[in-house]
């Protein structure tokens, strides 16, 4: 079973490009491609970006191409979430989510993956 701990939330400014980290642990992630989605109050959980961890075959949402990245620290069993010049509106919880792969196939909804961190808070503010 994969455990996900995400951590560098909180209040940040606008135009700050933060890179908050998803440490995974409890098992190996040869199988799993590990994403970032995020959700804010009201909205549905958001897709943003998943790295397929055998591979390394990256993944970003439509509605936030340009704007965000991934990265991994393989050594670390460490993913990253890139977001450059953050706005108001990117305030929500920004959660890791871990979902088995095959063929670095990656799914972009929650339902394709099993196992999530608790979410960190990220208020951003003008």
């Known amino acids: 079973q994969v455990q996900l701990v995400e951590s560098g939330g909180g209040l940040v400014q606008a135009g700050d490009s933060p890179r908050p980290p998803c440490q995974a642990s409890g098992g190996t992630l040869t199988d799993y491609a590990l994403g970032w989605f995020r959700q804010a109050p009201g909205k549905e959980r958001e897709f943003l970006g998943a790295?397929?961890?055998?591979?390394?075959?990256?993944v970003i949402g439509d509605l936030v191409k340009g704007r965000v990245a991934t990265s991994r620290d393989s050594a670390k069993n460490t993913m990253y979430l890139h977001v450059y010049s953050l706005k108001p509106e990117d305030t929500a919880v920004y959660y890791c989510?871990?979902?088995?792969?095959?063929?670095?196939?990656?799914?972009?909804?929650?339902?394709?993956?099993?196992?999530w961190g608790q979410g960190t808070q990220v208020t951003v503010s003008s």
């Open positions: 989510a871990a979902g088995r792969t095959s063929d670095q196939i990656i799914g972009l909804m929650p339902k394709y993956y099993d196992y």
């Open positions: 790295i397929a961890w055998s591979g390394g075959r990256t």
